[in-house]
């Protein structure tokens, strides 16, 4: 799924404009976009935490530890809604 249809799917199942729903998922990227460059790492409920780590060469990526819940649901092969 890219951008777009995320975004669609997101207008859909809220039922706002897709308009909207492209702000909300940019202003929701931006935010942990900074919180880690500023070397925090977000926790996101039962979906995971994302943290910054450093390679063997000091190159730093982010990382998504996944939450017990968003596990059993991938595991199970069922959506989090």
Do not use: H, P
């Not at 909207?20 to 926790?43: F, K, P």
């Not at 943290?51 to 989090?80: F, H, P, W, Y």
Request: aromatic share 6%.
């Amino acid at each position: 799924m890219d951008t777009q249809e995320f975004t669609r799917e997101l207008a859909a199942r809220k039922g706002i404009s897709e308009q909207t729903a492209y702000r909300y998922i940019n202003s929701v990227m931006d935010t942990i976009r900074q919180v880690l460059a500023e070397g925090d790492e977000v926790r996101i409920g039962s979906f995971g935490k994302f943290t910054v780590v450093t390679d063997l060469e000091g190159n730093k990526t982010a990382m998504l530890c996944s939450g017990k819940s968003l596990r059993q649901a991938l595991t199970a092969g069922e959506g989090i809604v």
